[in-house]
């Protein structure tokens, strides 16, 4: 699921980020003494030939283009003067959750899209909003008018996608549409030019995604969403689903559909999967970003764990579509391959990163491909038409579980190149940080009596140290690619979590003496399981991880050679560069250039290229959890664009700020 444990502990209602003195002290939204949770035109291959800022379009979809690159072929700013950007213009949606009872649980994870010379975004609550590009004027708001009494388990949505119908007349109504999903699994199609609905589409320019489809229940919260923009190839507009994935053992059904852009009519239907009488589970869901390749007709599609999270005794085998980079025949919705990064799921390792789209150079020769970032700190790059890994990938034995009723499987894929880009553990007593002496001595009691074995210990009656934890790795924000020197940004949290089996009829004592004495674990019912969950987010008293230092950092892989070709700490706490988990994700430009926000510092940063060097950076209304993007707007200026909302989820103050950047 989407929804991961992070920074989670219990004082008072806040988190302490750090020692006692000076340090960020951050409010969170707490149940049960319950912490913080968190956790998404123009390809590669012709920015590759060195398509010019002249020929550029924009930064049309939510990854920048329809395979997730995350690159604008502009250098107005460059490495030279992007130290003299300023602010140019500021807007506020004016979304602060009001009148929900999750407000607290509210995030601002858009990233905007530029169409036909206009800003597109989307609020949590799945208003799409209009700007001019230049200037940050309101042109038009469209409110879907979400149910804001329910419970959402998210309380996101990342964006809009665009689409030309190119077989309408000039200046025809909805020629231009845009597409919404929205937390109550509604897919809208908006008039671009005005943002009235699209009465061609659906039942009056929406489609009820919950329509006649198996969805689960007996969770405290509405467990079908979706939080990220669809993707839209040769007049499809393909849609996945966030689902509520730990609460039940048959749990929502996590297909992948594909509907007609002017219609709205289902087109095809395909499921991760198999629904058999043998096999009790669900989900596997794709509720990141997917993305599209136009010219081989394919989507590439980042399949979740299935249900339940931790106990898989009741889906056995290595539930093949699951945690999988999936390409579909985009016109049919027909397997073509599918690579599968993690074995009968056991540690909630969804692949939270948007496939991306790239090209490799091989024996002399351009090779398209796909690269995959994931949770546990590993990448894998493979030919974008068969699947096969371009570096080889080992099937290594891993640990096996001692609970009884689970199988787990023998092996799990470790890329050879590039290297893992975060410790894959064991977390050991000696390695444990924190301020003061005090700080790692609770750390280190939390080690105690607990399977501890490195990557892949499967869950345990006794807990398991999850190392990298389940909110690890690269997540939503996904990676940026850079064609003309074919480097991977990407982004990595270090985290590490404690995860524990409790046989079922233990479950509601053990709820009680979890409360009684103030811990912020996070429980999971896993309903039709012998088996309930409880897991926490490694964090000594003061706050910090356990785990050492940097948690978070940004890095450079050369995919020709596989070669981390430089990694830097990013993030503050206090004064101190020991890095933040990073959630959002970057954006690198022709200038030589990578901006990132994504930290729970507050600040927004320029990173040159070639070598992570911090070139410029700005504090910020609230944290960025978010991806930048950049354009050139009609009045000649390159634009860099955030949204600023904080996290409430992370426990960092939410806001409603898209903030603009551009040169003097």
């Known amino acids: 699921m989407c929804v991961t444990s992070l920074l989670a502990v219990r004082r008072a209602g806040e988190i302490r980020l750090f020692s006692e003195s000076g340090m960020k002290t951050l409010r969170v939204w707490t149940a049960l003494g319950l912490l913080v949770m968190i956790v998404a035109g123009w390809g590669p291959a012709a920015w590759a030939q060195g398509v010019s800022a002249a020929g550029y379009s924009g930064w049309y979809a939510y990854g920048g283009d329809a395979g997730g690159t995350r690159y604008a072929p502009l250098e107005q700013i460059d490495r030279s003067n992007v130290g003299d950007l300023e602010v ?31 800003l597109y975004l989307s609020t949590a609550f799945g208003k799409v909003i209009a700007l001019d590009p230049a200037t940050g004027a309101e042109r038009w708001v469209y409110d879907p008018e979400v149910d804001r009494t329910k419970r959402y388990s998210e309380l996101t949505s990342r964006g809009v996608s665009v689409w030309l119908d190119e077989e309408a007349e000039a200046g025809a109504a909805c020629r231009a549409r845009l597409f919404i999903g929205t937390i109550d699994a509604r897919l809208i199609a908006l008039d671009a030019a005005t943002g009235e609905p699209c009465e061609d589409f659906g039942k009056r320019g929406q489609v009820d995604l919950g329509a006649g489809f198996r969805r689960g229940g007996g969770g405290e919260y509405v467990d079908y969403q979706v939080t990220s923009p669809p993707a839209v190839i040769n ?60 010219e081989r007709d394919l989507v590439f599609v980042p399949t979740s764990s299935p249900s339940p999270d931790f106990f898989g005794g009741l889906r056995p085998g290595d539930n093949r579509y699951a945690n999988s980079v999936v390409a579909l025949r985009a016109s049919t919705g027909e397997v073509v391959w599918a690579f599968q990064t993690v074995h009968h799921d056991l540690w909630d390792y969804d692949i939270a990163a948007q496939p991306a789209l790239v090209d490799v150079m091989r024996d002399g020769e351009i090779v398209p491909a796909v690269a995959q970032a994931t949770k546990m700190g590993s990448l894998f790059v493979l030919h974008r038409e068969t699947g ?25 894929p470790f890329p050879t190149r590039p290297r893992p880009l975060m410790p894959q553990g064991p977390l050991r007593p000696e390695d444990v940080w ?3 002496e005090e700080d790692r001595e609770a750390c280190r009691a939390l080690l105690e009596g607990r399977r501890n074995e490195g990557i892949f210990t499967p869950p345990s009656l006794e807990g398991t140290i999850m190392y990298p934890g389940n909110a690890s790795g690269t997540n939503w924000g996904s990676v940026a690619y850079d064609p003309q020197r074919r480097l991977l940004i990407l982004s990595t949290s270090r985290l590490a979590t404690l995860v524990q089996l409790i046989p079922r009829d233990e479950l509601a004592e053990e709820q009680a003496r979890a409360e009684r004495a103030g811990e912020a674990f996070e429980f999971g019912a896993q309903r039709g399981a012998p088996y309930a969950v409880k897991r926490l987010t490694l964090l000594s008293p003061s706050g910090t991880p356990c785990n050492p230092p940097p948690w978070g950092t940004l890095a450079a892989v050369d995919l020709d050679t596989g070669e981390v070709t430089w990694e830097v700490t990013v993030g503050e706490f206090g004064g101190q560069p020991v890095g933040t988990p990073i959630f959002g994700g970057a954006a690198v430009t022709a200038g030589g250039l990578v901006f990132a926000g994504g930290t729970m510092d507050d600040t927004f940063r320029a990173f040159d290229v070639e070598s992570g060097e911090v070139l410029w950076s700005t504090k910020l ?8 993007m950049t354009y050139q707007a009609e009045d000649g200026k390159q634009y860099v664009v955030v949204v600023a909302g904080g996290h409430g989820k992370l426990g960092l103050p939410t806001g409603d700020y898209v903030m603009a950047f551009a040169l003097p």
């Open 88 to 118: 140019a213009w500021t807007y506020r949606t004016g979304e602060l959750g009001e009148g929900s009872p999750v407000a607290g649980k509210l995030t601002f994870e858009a990233t905007p899209v530029l169409f036909e010379g206009t």
């Open 235 to 294: 007049g499809l507009v393909v849609v996945g689903s966030s689902i509520g994935d730990n609460w039940n053992v048959n749990t929502g059904n996590g297909a992948v559909r594909a509907f007609d852009a002017r219609t709205g009519k289902v087109v095809w239907q395909w499921s991760p999967i198999a629904q058999e009488r043998t096999v009790r589970t669900g989900a596997a869901n794709v509720w990141s970003i997917i993305s599209a390749d136009p």
């Open 388 to 412: 096969e890994p371009l570096f080889e990938v080992e099937e290594r034995p891993v640990p096996q579980t001692t609970v009884s009723g689970e199988t787990t499987f023998a092996t799990q």
């Open 434 to 436: 924190g301020p003061t």
């Open 621 to 628: 209304p609230r944290s960025a959890i978010a991806t930048p």
